[in-house]
């Protein structure tokens, strides 16, 4: 829905796909079960009945020792959605050096540094840096979830938002560098938390967060809709102005003035497009 929404769609329905292991077992029956939990919660929320889709069970592995490995839980969600205008449509990539670049979503600060909406349990980081697959998954906030889209796609429809992206695997330092990676064009950011763990900032997922840019002319447009829409919300929500898009092609990433990243987007480019390759040993 996110991702839809990012675009301006409006998303409408959903199909779905289950993967899981045997239901026999007392874990994969709680697995299946609270899955279709989760995902019959979501659809109400956003008011996006499930048209179809298919079921896959006993999806296990047997070992050397006879003993079953099982897969991991696997839901997959495929969603339609409509836009009204497509004069109006957004991409992810930046567009202009000088756009403002703002976090919008579940606010990420000392104060609510222990926020279960954002966390690092159960995250691409965890895995692929650590490996582990372990933790409580991010705590979903359904409400902020529809709210943030519904604002989002109306932004969209006005044309004040130049590109979205929603915040998902690998958390904001990846979404960044996506934007970046599609248009070519640097940004600077530099980021004021200081006693928030520095993973935490760049690689926790969750918050029902976007990345979207602005175009200096219509930033006055955006912080005043945004102030109107904080009466319409009661939740925890912040819009953040993270830096700006540059056309120095440099990837910049600071925190309170100390560099953290500084790469060339070309060299971004190059270790994800040859992301496949390199795994398979071309």
């Known amino acids: 829905a996110r991702n839809l929404s990012c675009v301006g769609a409006e998303p409408l329905a959903v199909t779905d796909n289950l993967n899981f292991s045997s239901p026999e077992s007392s874990k994969g029956y709680w697995q ?24 896959s069970l006993y999806n296990e592995t047997r070992l ?97 938002i130049r590109s979205a992206h929603d915040i998902s695997d690998g958390g904001l330092l990846v979404s960044l560098a996506e934007s970046s990676i599609s248009s070519g064009l ?3 950011i530099d980021f004021s938390y200081n006693e928030i763990r520095l993973d935490r900032i760049l690689f926790a997922e969750g918050g029902a967060r976007i990345l979207f840019s602005v175009s200096p002319e219509k930033v006055v447009d955006i912080n005043n809709s945004l102030k109107d829409s904080k009466g319409e919300f009661s939740g925890s929500m912040s819009a953040i102005n993270l830096g700006k898009v540059t056309k120095n092609q ?33």
């Open 32 to 55: 299946l079960a609270l899955s279709c939990k989760g995902l019959s919660r979501a659809c109400k929320a956003m008011g996006t009945p499930v048209t179809g889709g298919n079921v």
């Open 64 to 160: 050397a020792d006879s003993s079953l490995q099982p897969i991991h839980p696997t839901p997959v969600v495929g969603m339609v959605g409509l836009i009204d205008d497509l004069n109006h449509i957004c991409g992810h990539a930046w567009c202009e050096p000088g756009d403002f670049i703002y976090m919008l979503g579940a606010p990420m600060d000392e104060q609510v540094s222990d926020d279960q909406r954002i966390s690092l349990a159960g995250t691409s980081y965890l895995e692929r840096i650590h490996g582990l697959i372990t933790g409580r998954p991010p705590l979903v906030d359904l409400d902020l979830e529809v709210f943030i889209q519904s604002f989002l796609r109306k932004m969209i429809s006005k044309g004040l």
């Open 186 to 188: 640097g940004i600077k």
């Open 250 to 282: 440099n990837f910049l990433i600071s925190q309170s003035g100390r560099q953290l990243i500084n790469l060339p987007v070309s060299k971004l480019k190059q270790v994800y497009e040859s992301a496949i390759p390199r795994r398979m040993g071309v």
